[in-house]
């Protein structure tokens, strides 16, 4: 009896240091995401401003080309 006890007992703390390893990965990984999602909208916001500019300078090309 006493030695199914100590197995069982030894069986929860393997499985609790699991979980726990498991929460550490979770909370790396959602930190990860909320990074990359920072970088992406950097990106997008980059882009977005060098299409305006593109978009800019084409009409200033064609209104020297009129002129």
Avoid at 26 to 47: N, P, T, W, Y
Wanted: glycine content about 4%; proline content about 0%.
């Amino acid at each position: 009896m006493e030695k199914s006890k100590r197995k069982i007992e030894g069986d929860l703390r393997v499985s609790q240091e699991a979980a726990a390893e498991i929460e550490r990965s979770k909370a790396e990984l959602s930190q990860s995401i909320q990074r990359k999602d920072r970088e992406f909208g950097a990106i997008m916001a980059k882009i977005e401003d060098e299409a305006s500019l593109g978009s800019k300078q084409q009409k200033q090309i064609k209104e020297l080309a009129v002129s």
